[in-house]
């Protein structure tokens, strides 16, 4: 069980929680974003994804994963189970959803300060996780 308070790693599950939630319920109509990521996976990693799943990796696929890996470690961060697991974890799950869902760089006016808005929250939410998850990890005396 984690030493950290329920009240830190509760905040800091909501998102991930919520965010996979929305990612699985709406995996058809965020498959096209994870479509680039997909064909990359296909083309370098093809013929052992094909053989673990007997087919070509699709975006739906990567969303469904990253939706069930959200709420799963927003799950164990809750019960403070696996805490710098689960926030390692949480951690790798926001670099494609930030690439991909809040690729500011591509954009202009508002939608550029919105996606923005978003990219800095992850970092924040990034920031929370590494400070959960290296909390206790020197010995203390």
Same mark, same amino acid.
């Given at each position: 069980?984690?030493?950290?308070?329920?009240?830190?790693?509760?905040?800091?599950?909501?998102?991930?929680?919520? #965010? *996979?939630?929305?990612?699985? %319920? !709406? @995996?058809?109509?965020? /498959?096209?974003?994870?479509?680039?990521? +997909?064909?990359?996976?296909?083309?370098?990693?093809?013929?052992?994804?094909?053989?673990?799943?007997?087919?070509?990796?699709t975006?739906k696929?990567?969303?469904?994963?990253? #939706? *069930?890996?959200?709420?799963v %470690? !927003? @799950?164990a961060?809750? /019960?403070?189970?696996?805490?710098r697991? +689960?926030?390692?974890?949480?951690?790798?799950?926001?670099?494609?959803?930030?690439?991909q869902?809040q690729?500011?760089?591509?954009?202009?006016?508002?939608?550029?300060?919105?996606?923005?808005?978003?990219?800095?929250?992850?970092?924040?939410?990034? /920031?929370?996780?590494?400070?959960?998850?290296?909390?206790?990890?020197r010995?203390r005396?």
């Amino acid at each position: 069980m984690s030493r950290a308070p329920l009240a830190i790693r509760a905040l800091l599950a909501g998102p991930f929680i919520h #965010g *996979g939630w929305t990612q699985v %319920g !709406g @995996a058809d109509a965020l /498959a096209r974003q994870a479509e680039p990521i +997909a064909e990359a996976l296909n083309t370098s990693a093809g013929p052992t994804a094909q053989a673990l799943l007997g087919r070509e990796v699709t975006g739906k696929d990567l969303v469904l994963l990253n #939706g *069930g890996a959200m709420m799963v %470690g !927003g @799950a164990a961060l809750v /019960a403070g189970v696996g805490t710098r697991c +689960a926030a390692g974890g949480l951690i790798l799950s926001l670099i494609p959803t930030t690439i991909q869902g809040q690729a500011f760089w591509k954009e202009e006016g508002f939608k550029r300060s919105q996606k923005l808005q978003g990219a800095l929250t992850n970092g924040a939410l990034v /920031a929370g996780l590494a400070l959960l998850a290296l909390r206790g990890a020197r010995r203390r005396r």
